[in-house]
């Protein structure tokens, strides 16, 4: 029946051997169209792989918060054993200025101060080497950290970004319907099933990179730092949190000004540091009456500022002083590690920043970000969008 509908939608053309042409020809418009519809197939399934990756993720994400604690506890072992190092080593060295001061005194107690002298070398070697074995152990330990935060982290986006990739597999579904319907009808317009077909490929294209930036933010960030706009990282962060803080119906504010954010540092902690204080000023307007945060940006000759605001009942002076403490929070329990600003903490100081709260009473809390600009001479070389 589907034959004989598009042959009636055809123009008569008298002869056999015309109709046989036009009848090879809808034969092969139709075999395009199924096979282009089995490729859709194809990709939906591969969406509900991608899916099934994501809650595999979640388990993973239990298993390292629980490695997470085993690897601070082994954390503050060390930093005690260094300071325990650290004394030694002082004490080594105060010992060795004494015989210093005695050696003129006496031909015998020289010989004898010589040989105290090399024991004491050995052992300041052997110290210093410890020392710096213990430094990288522990700087190696800081990194585990911050990526188990970072884990942390993407199991609370999990929820978020599988409503977010919601949309696009309906859209797609919705699309590819309309050029299966319009198949079964004999629809000859070829050009509008192609523009559904297409339509149903950018939704697809859509997930794939709302997927690409979740795998880009879980991996391990390098130690290489690079000149990057700290526009680009503040929206890699929102797109991430867009959804929770749409369902959450929480607006916000961007006001970076005019000018380019340049600054020199590694945009995948950078993003987590962002995402970080997003998650905190959504937890503190969650009870608001007025749900509100606002991201602003400034430039000046000492640096770049980022401030987050939000409108949530404000920070007492006693959290206020303990708010960036490993392991401090004022959430219940199950609903936060501690650890989040921390870890924020530790980034901005590696970039060489300061990261600061300022809480009016009853007025919200402003976390206020200080970091330094990308160097002078290499500011002409590349430019970023706005």
Not at 39 to 63: P, V, Y
Not at 109 to 130: F, N, P, Q
Not at 188 to 217: C, P, Y
Not at 238 to 259: A, C, K
Request: glycine share 8%; net charge neutral.
């Amino acid at each position: 029946m589907r034959e004989s509908a598009i042959e009636d939608c055809q123009p008569r053309v008298s002869g056999p051997g015309a109709d046989a042409t036009t009848e090879s020809r809808l034969r092969a418009q139709v075999e395009t169209l199924d096979r282009r519809l089995r490729k859709g197939d194809q990709q939906r399934r591969a969406m509900l792989h991608i899916m099934g990756d994501l809650n595999e993720s979640n388990k993973r994400l239990t298993n390292h918060r629980k490695a997470m604690l085993h690897i601070l506890a082994d954390y503050e072992q060390d930093r005690r054993r260094l300071a325990r190092q650290t004394e030694r080593l002082d004490n080594s060295r105060r010992a060795l200025l004494h015989i210093l001061q005695d050696s003129h005194k006496d031909k015998l107690r020289l010989e004898a101060s010589r040989k105290a002298m090399i024991h004491i070398m050995g052992d300041l070697r052997e110290t210093t080497a410890e020392m710096q074995r213990r430094e990288q152990e522990l700087r190696d330990k800081q990194e585990q950290l911050v990526q188990a935060g970072k884990l942390a982290t993407l199991g609370e986006l999990t929820t978020g970004v599988a409503h977010e990739l919601n949309n696009p597999l309906n859209n797609t579904g919705l699309f590819v319907g309309n050029a299966i319907d319009l198949i079964e009808l004999g629809f000859t317009d070829k050009g509008q099933i192609v523009r559904e077909l297409r339509q149903a490929m950018q939704q697809v294209r859509k997930a794939n990179e709302i997927i690409s930036h979740l795998r880009t933010f879980g991996r391990v960030a390098s130690v290489s730092h690079e000149r990057i706009s700290l526009r680009q990282v503040i929206e890699g962060a929102l797109s991430l949190m867009q959804e929770q803080l749409r369902l959450r119906e929480i607006g916000v504010t961007v006001d970076l000004g005019p000018e380019a954010l340049v600054v020199v540092g590694n945009p995948i902690q950078l993003e987590q540091v962002f995402i970080n204080l997003l998650t905190n000023a959504r937890d503190a307007v969650a009870e608001s009456p007025r749900k509100a945060i606002r991201i602003s940006g400034s430039l000046s000759s000492e640096g770049v500022e980022v401030a987050f605001t939000d409108t949530g009942e404000g920070i007492s002076p006693e959290v206020e002083r303990r708010i960036f403490d490993p392991f401090f929070t004022t959430k219940e329990v199950g609903k936060g590690t501690g650890l989040g600003l921390s870890i924020t903490y530790g980034i901005i100081k590696e970039h060489g920043g300061t990261i600061s709260v300022v809480s009016p009473p009853g007025e919200g809390a402003t976390f206020l970000i200080h970091l330094p600009l990308a160097s002078a001479d290499t500011l002409h070389k590349e430019t970023f969008p706005q």
